[in-house]
């Protein structure tokens, strides 16, 4: 199957899909932000499917706090876009009651470091209601949340929490990092019949855009996207940090020559083995980069899969840029707190400096 | 809204004319001017981009000072990220709120013997500390109590219900206290919850509850002194629902244009804090133009020096990062802080 076949049928490739590195678009062709990709995934869910309500805090008249459901309640109405109390374990334990009798609920959580009173909800049962009803019931739900920093947000509204998540098995996790994705990866979680959560980099939000077909063209689940290619290192990342990166791998070409890879992993649970193992061992020198803290991150793991996967080609020692072990600070400190392309360019150069 | 409690009226009428001495209400009304003028300034800093974002308090100044006043000095507040007023009249320098406000990691720090808790952002999470907190000052024999902010959004939170229903019943020297302000962020009260009122939930709860107009300064602080007395002498905790209005947007981020109506204030029947208890002290013959001009002249005074104590911090350091995240720090983090900032400086 080509990548776009796979794409047609909304399965999982086995490994990363060779998209063509984002281009200047030609004229003509629509742009949108990532933000308001979002809002179109959306509103295309709900249009195709009336099944589908959205529901969450200020979601409904006011748009959520982002506008990322602009003018949803406007146009399908208040019993379809629904704003809350403000509950977030009522939020996500009604969505997988709502689903349960047949809805298709898309959950918000409002940022990403609220979430934590909905973990019993989806960590003891949004991910197993399948398996512990034996079948019977699914939890085809979604949850979207804004995540990360960048954004000069108040205190505890920065979290990057993917782990608690990936760690769950039987929820699915992704991360658009382009407008797209954002709009494909919303649709394939909507259509996917156990419970997704879509991780909404705040800081791409406003400040990415890119080409979103107008139809409704799900991103699979699963597969790595290739940003860029070259032979001699490869930086696995994905939301917010698939920027800096591109621009560490641009710096790696002008300043020391050197051809490194950059790919977005954007589905973590379950992660695209394939995609890890075959860049591990064309390149031999890995990276990963993430917002969150270094220990027990998510790099840890795909480290570990790169290791699994291609330990007989790897020619440095892996290496993770991360969050340090210490919360994320409040906004004065996030720039220093946040890996950015120079870190990411630092630990380039010692990995291929490594012999 | 028959229902509230009052000592003053809407428009500034006696009701009680005995319950509040006026020496007290008198306080109340400059510790009020001092919070608007505060609160005026910080939205000004914020669009001059001197702040980062910034949730105004305007029009709750009767609930932060009329109950924060009713603490005693060694007594315990926990804030939200809307009650720094609260915080700034139980004694948090005014600069440490600002600060706050201005993504500074040294910031909100209370004075030695001041015990102000860092403010509750993800929402009804203090309730349970307020729980703990009284329920320890109670088994230690402690005369101390414990004053717990939150929003009517707050209210559907199960942290709400636990953190009130466990105190019920260890008996915790608490006043949990309700800025019903009528919204959470967008949401209006009425799609809150189906209920007509936060404080009937206080019998199911096991707690006595009380309502009362939170924009009638005196009212709040009678109300809260008695609760705060009865914490004090063993007869367990209280909610308090103080009804009240919040004026402006949820945060400087924040367009209530896009969900309420303008006029939707007056329609309160609940008219100013300020201009309210103005009115009363002036028809009491003990409010005069000079010692009006004397407050705003002390207020404007306090938070320039403030906001020249913020400009004039250094700037933050990325070694800050890690400061009292273990009070016994373990080597392997001291190892990776140097890691870290000499990685920074490359
Ligand atoms: C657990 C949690 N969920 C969501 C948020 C985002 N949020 C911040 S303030 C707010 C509304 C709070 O309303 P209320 O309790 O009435 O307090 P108010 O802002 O009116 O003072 C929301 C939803 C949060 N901070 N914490
Ligand atoms: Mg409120």
């Keep these: 199957m080509t990548p776009s076949e796979r794409r047609r049928a909304g399965t999982a490739a086995p490994a990363a899909s060779r998209e063509p590195l984002q281009r200047a678009e030609a004229p003509g062709r629509r742009e949108l932000t990532l933000l308001q990709a979002v809002t179109e995934g959306l509103a295309t869910a709900l249009a195709e499917d009336e099944r589908v309500i959205v529901l969450g805090e200020d979601v409904g008249k006011n748009g959520g706090v982002f506008r990322a459901t602009d003018g949803l309640q406007e146009r399908f109405g208040p019993e379809r876009v629904v704003d809350t109390p403000l509950a977030e374990s009522a939020i996500v334990g009604a969505s997988i009651g709502l689903a349960a009798a047949g809805l298709r609920p898309i959950a918000e959580i409002q940022f990403m470091g609220f979430v934590y009173p909905a973990l019993d909800q989806l960590i003891s049962h949004a991910s197993r209601l399948r398996s512990r009803s034996r079948g019977r019931y699914g939890a085809p739900l979604v949850v979207r949340m804004p995540y990360g920093g960048g954004v000069r947000a108040p205190e505890l509204h920065s979290e990057s929490a993917e782990v608690h998540l990936v760690h769950t098995p039987g929820l699915k996790v992704v991360v658009p990092s382009t407008p797209a994705d954002a709009k494909g990866l919303i649709l394939a979680a909507v259509a996917d019949p156990d419970p997704v959560v879509v991780m909404e980099p705040m800081r791409l939000y406003r400040s990415v855009k890119g080409h979103v077909p107008e139809e409704a063209v799900p991103t699979p689940i699963g597969p790595a996207r290739v940003v860029r290619e070259g032979e001699d290192a490869v930086v696995f990342c994905w939301g917010a940090m698939v920027p800096p990166a591109l621009a560490a791998a641009r710096l790696a070409e002008e300043r020391l020559s050197a051809r490194v890879a950059v790919v977005d992993l954007r589905t973590l649970a379950p992660l695209d083995r394939d995609a890890i193992g075959e860049w591990a061992r064309r390149t031999g020198r890995v990276l990963v980069v993430h917002e969150a803290p270094r220990t027990a991150g998510l790099g840890a793991e795909v480290l570990a899969i790169a290791q699994e996967e291609a330990f007989w080609h790897l020619r440095a020692r892996p290496r993770r840029v991360t969050g340090p072990d210490a919360p994320f600070p409040y906004f004065s400190l996030e720039d220093w707190y946040l890996p950015d392309a120079q870190r990411i360019l630092a630990a380039l150069e010692e990995t291929l400096a490594e012999t | ?346």
Excluded at chain 2, 5 to 31: M, Q, S, T, Y
Excluded at chain 2, 161 to 189: D, K, M, T, W
Excluded at chain 2, 273 to 292: K, V
């Design chain 2, 1 to 346: 809204m028959t229902d509230l409690r009052r000592v003053v009226g809407p428009a500034g009428e006696p009701l009680h004319p005995d319950a509040v001495p006026l020496a007290v209400a008198k306080a109340l009304l400059r510790d009020m001017i001092f919070l608007r003028a505060f609160d005026e300034r910080a939205v000004a800093l914020q669009r001059q981009g001197r702040i980062g974002t910034y949730p105004p308090y305007r029009g709750m100044e009767a609930c932060q000072a009329g109950a924060a006043r009713a603490l005693a000095p060694g007594d315990w507040l926990l804030p939200t990220y809307r009650d720094h007023g609260a915080a700034m009249i139980h004694g948090l320098p005014v600069v440490e709120a600002l600060a706050y406000w201005n993504g500074r990691v040294e910031s909100y720090r209370a004075p030695e013997g001041v015990h102000v808790f860092p403010p509750a952002v993800p929402i009804a999470t203090q309730i349970p500390h307020a729980a703990g907190i009284g329920w320890g000052l109670r088994l230690q024999r402690s005369q101390a109590a414990v004053l717990c902010f939150f929003g009517d959004g707050a209210s559907s939170e199960g942290d709400f219900h636990e953190g009130i229903n466990l105190a019920g019943v260890v008996r915790a020297p608490v006043v949990f206290f309700c800025q019903n302000n009528g919204y959470a962020i967008s949401v209006p009260f009425r799609l809150q919850t189906a209920a007509a009122t936060i404080a009937e939930r206080a019998p199911g709860l096991g707690v006595r509850g009380e309502r009362v107009d939170g924009n009638d300064a005196l009212a709040v602080h009678l109300t809260v002194t008695e609760a705060l007395a009865r914490a004090r002498a063993g007869e367990g905790p209280t909610l308090i629902e103080a009804v009240t209005y919040r004026q402006g947007p949820h945060t400087t981020s924040d367009d209530p244009g896009r969900y309420r109506d303008p006029e939707e204030m007056a329609r309160s029947g609940l008219g100013d804090p300020i201009e309210r208890l103005t009115a009363y002290l002036r028809a009491q013959g003990a409010w005069s133009e000079a010692e009006d001009e004397a407050a705003r002249e002390d207020a404007r005074a306090r938070i320039q020096a403030a906001v020249a104590e913020l400009e004039a911090m250094p700037p933050p350091e990325p070694r800050d990062i890690f400061d009292h995240v273990y009070g016994a720090e373990p080597a392997w983090f001291s190892r990776e802080r140097e890691a870290f900032l000499a990685g920074l400086s490359r």
